[in-house]
């Protein structure tokens, strides 16, 4: 195996503990050109789409490349930010905003980046950065809070890619899931709340999930288990009653059978009983994109209006909502045990770090 070049070794260096937020992905641009690579990158992941990969490759090359980034596009122009996707400018600011509250509570050495598992930047050249930056420690922690083989897996799969090519390796940890956390179960009901408390509440909250196969469930997935264990307590937080609430699935894509109950077909039912008004949110996005702007906030919202409902509201996801910054960064803390200093410790670690140096020039080391 050729292994990556490292890092020129600089002796004395101070050691980083470094987080990785990592995200989904996003196409470069709103553009057919710009989602092809992007959707074939993608779709080509064996994680994303289990079924024979000559089948699939035939499927993938043949028809969904050549009529897909059209559409794909024309639904990302609807929701485009300024310069970048709604996702990749939210989850930049995640990052950001993660590194400034754990810059007030952790004393040792510490870099916050992120990085989009399809897209750009990427897992292995961010990761890649971070190691030359002097990071030896590093959290792979992801945007996912409900575990599924489709997402969370597969970024693990690429950090580890990248490891396994590296010579020099540093320690990776990696956060599996957090969706029942109550961090994060607080701050999806505050920032519902909060919303609720400047537009009123709805007679019925549909809580929509990400959608995925149902084999995937029947093959050991826990993801249809993780998202109604966060519904539940989220209702309770919220204090719903089991009317007063709906827990759904969206994005489906080709003829299998997905979980259910289907977001698009529960809004419409909805709509038809005479549900005046229903609000939706998507405790499962930690950050507003595609599915949640365009497929809910736009369709779903001329589905129940189109079936016979008045009022709809989608209600953004957890974004840069300052009750989820904490509760990443206490779910970031819980991951980094022993990794980091909280208690004063910098001076002493600066001066074993100096004393190190010290003595490997004085045995004839360059730098």
């Given amino acids: 195996m050729s292994y990556l070049k490292e890092p020129d070794y600089v ?5 980083r503990t470094g987080i990785l937020l990592v995200n989904l ?31 699939w490759w035939l499927i993938l090359n043949g028809i969904i490349l050549n009529t897909r980034p059209k559409k794909s596009a024309e639904k990302y122009a609807a929701i485009w930010a300024a ?23 952790i004393t040792s050495p510490l870099k916050v980046e992120y990085a ?75 920032n519902i709340r909060d919303d609720w408390q400047r537009n009123g509440r709805p007679d019925v909250l549909v809580m929509s999930f990400h959608g995925v196969p149902r084999y995937t469930l029947e093959k050991g997935d826990p993801y249809h288990c993780e998202c109604q264990k966060t519904g539940r307590l989220l209702a309770a937080a919220l204090g719903l009653e089991p009317q007063q609430y709906r827990l759904t699935f969206q994005s489906r894509f080709g003829r299998a059978e997905w979980i259910q109950p289907y977001t698009d077909k529960t809004l419409a039912a909805l709509g038809k009983e005479g549900v005046k008004r229903v609000d939706v949110v998507a405790p499962g996005f930690t950050a507003d994109c595609l599915e949640t702007l365009e497929e809910l906030a736009m369709e779903g919202r001329d589905t129940f209006l189109e079936a016979g409902g008045q009022e709809f509201r989608y209600i953004p996801a957890l974004n840069e909502h300052p009750q989820w910054i904490a509760a990443l960064g206490q779910i970031a803390l819980e991951n980094l045990g022993g990794w980091v200093s909280l ?25």
């Fill in 11 to 15: 002796h004395g260096q101070a050691a």
């Fill in 116 to 190: 989009m598992r399809y897209g750009q930047p990427s897992i292995p050249a961010t990761l890649a950065r971070m190691k030359a930056e002097g990071c030896e420690r590093i959290l792979i922690l992801p945007a996912y809070p409900q575990y599924a083989a489709s997402s969370t897996a597969t970024a693990f799969d690429m950090a580890f890619a990248w490891l396994q090519k590296t010579r020099n390796q540093p320690a990776l940890r990696t956060l599996k899931h957090y969706h029942d956390h109550p961090a994060y179960i607080q701050a999806l009901a505050a």
């Fill in 83 to 105: 310069d970048s996707s709604p996702l990749r400018v939210h989850t930049e600011k995640q990052a950001t905003l993660l590194r400034g509250w754990l810059g007030e509570k």
């Fill in 25 to 55: 992905g996003t196409p470069a641009a709103p553009t057919a050109q710009a989602l092809r690579p992007y959707l074939k990158e993608f779709l080509s992941d064996p994680r994303v789409v289990e079924i024979p990969r000559l089948v």
């Fill in 343 to 367: 208690d004063g410790e910098r001076n002493a670690d600066e001066e074993a770090r100096q004393t190190s140096r010290r003595m490997a020039l004085n045995l004839g080391a360059r730098n």
